[in-house]
């Protein structure tokens, strides 16, 4: 028998009734995982991904576990549709105390979404940066927000005008690149909401590579087919492994003070220096209202006047 994701993330004593968490991609894998995890913990779970009838399924195993569940879908690569998410979330809760942006993809072909944005940097990165800003006013006190981020980060730098176009697409390093987004993002987030004193806390989490995730199906075509047969990729985690990396940082007691920091194998982890680079961070904050045509949430009290009123 599995042990459960909760056993392996030792939090199975920790009592979440009357917490709502949000976790988006929960229709499968990790996040299928982390919601019905959650659900047995005792929170409250809205579970959302882009097949209903796959979400009613999670769903209805997680209220027979005595607790709520509702499903919202939404598409994220379209802007408008995690606008009606948040806004579905406010208007049907009174409060969010769990914020897991775990929705992602690994796209072997490159395609403009919303604005003009590449499809693997909007779903990956500013879907959920839109989502969170949206929530914000919304997340309760000790509220954490935690963003499934990947060790593919390692390598990739830093470039605001590579998601303006799909010349040269690469599915791995668009992936690669959005990763190292979400790491910043969740320190930047962590900055912010420190300096705005909301006591709120943000981290981001490698959740291990897992076999038959969309990062499996994109590896060498020898290798994911002995993997497949294996059922295992060298150097990765199972369903569950994965889901306690995420649970082990939103409802472990131990972290529960824990902000701005990259989490691996259940403990606090050094990215790369790109994934440290705070001037980088405030760059990509900055640049992601931009792309998204919103003003800056948590604007930042450090920079100069002129560059505030300039994203407002």
């Not at 929960?26 to 959302?48: E, K, N, P, W, Y």
């Not at 991904?49 to 607790?67: C, H, K, N, Y």
């Not at 994220?76 to 409060?95: I, K, N, W, Y």
């Not at 943000?202 to 590579?209: A, D, K, L, T």
Request: charged fraction near 20%; glycine fraction near 10%.
């Amino acid at each position: 028998m599995t042990t459960p994701p909760e056993s392996l993330a030792d939090v199975s004593h920790v009592d979440c009734t009357d917490k709502i968490a949000l976790v988006t991609g929960s229709t499968r894998g990790i996040g299928r995982a982390v919601a019905q995890a959650l659900g047995r913990l005792g929170a409250d779970v809205i579970v959302h991904g882009r097949d209903r009838d796959a979400g009613e399924e999670i769903a209805q195993s997680i209220r027979s576990d005595d607790a709520e569940a509702i499903v919202r879908t939404a598409d994220f690569a379209d802007p408008a549709e995690v606008r009606d998410l948040a806004h579905s979330v406010r208007s049907q809760t009174d409060g969010l105390d769990l914020l897991l942006n775990n929705a992602g993809g690994l796209f072997s072909e490159g395609r403009l979404v919303g604005d003009g944005i590449e499809r693997t940097f909007h779903v990956n990165h500013l879907a959920p940066y839109l989502l969170t800003a949206e929530l914000l006013g919304h997340l309760r006190e000790g509220a954490r927000v935690v963003t499934t981020a990947s060790d593919a980060h390692r390598g990739a730098q830093l470039d605001l005008e590579r998601p303006l176009t799909t010349d040269g697409y690469s599915g791995m390093g668009a992936y690669s690149h959005s990763k190292l987004a979400n790491i910043l993002f969740a320190s930047e987030l962590a900055r912010r909401l420190e300096a705005a004193g909301q006591s709120v806390v943000s981290n981001s989490v490698h959740p291990g590579f897992v076999p038959g995730s969309q990062f499996g199906r994109f590896l060498p075509g020898p290798l994911t087919g002995l993997f497949r047969m294996l059922g295992v990729v060298p150097g990765t985690s199972s369903v569950a492994d994965g889901a306690a990396e995420l649970l082990h940082v939103a409802v472990s007691p131990s972290t529960a003070d824990v902000s701005g920091r990259y989490f691996s194998g259940q403990a606090p982890t050094t990215p790369t220096a790109a994934a440290r680079d705070r001037d980088a961070a405030a760059r990509l904050w900055r640049r992601s209202a931009e792309m998204l045509g919103i003003e800056e949430p948590l604007a930042d009290p450090e920079a100069p006047a002129e560059q505030q009123r300039s994203t407002s």
